[in-house]
């Protein structure tokens, strides 16, 4: 199976393709046949980087038979342009021919902090902005990850605590709030590699971003005529 994966939830951007032979994640993992990473600009040039890691991977759109897509939490804007794009390419495919999957941006800091060589307990910190941010807590080995926290939201307050206790915080873009945070961000060919086994396919409209606030908002009054 190849896949394609996007990532762009953090200030680092990427696309890669992966070749999965069979249905189940050979031991070692394949390294991906391409990845195009972008940074710098606030906007990504989603189709530009998917031509280019097609062309390096010398790979046809025909041939992707999976998208796999990092969906934060992160940056809003960037998370939902890959999901439009998968949106739109399994709409344009059909869904018997292209298969979608969703998966966690922090899960992905995770798996890509074991494969540069972090290994133990481990906390993901992502910005949630107003003062907040998204923490998980993961216990890694050399062989596989396990998540011991799931996913919520905290204080800057009690990072500090963390950091006093000697936790391990790891994420793509609070460095500069916290320096104790190595900086580590989600990469599509590590994406691509989670997406190899799994069956939890899900149709265009199912692909929503990982966004643990509730929503909230104020119905503008009615002008009154004069």
Known sequence: ????ALEFSSPQRSVAVVDAIGNAPPSPLPPALSEVVETGS???NALGMIDAALRQAQIEREQIECLAVGLGPGSYHGIRLAIAVAQGWQFAAGPERVRLLGISS???IASQARDDGRLGALTVVIDAQRGEFYVATYDLTPQRFLEIQPLQ?????DLLRRQRMGETLVGPDVSHRLDAVRKVFPRAATLGR???GRSDFVPGEKLTPIYLRETNFVKAPLLSRS
Request: charged residues 20%.
């Open 106 to 108: 922090a899960e992905c």
């Open 42 to 44: 606030l906007r990504a």
């Open 1 to 4: 199976m190849k896949i394609l």
């Open 194 to 196: 989670l997406a190899i």
């Open 153 to 157: 939201i905290t204080t800057l307050e």
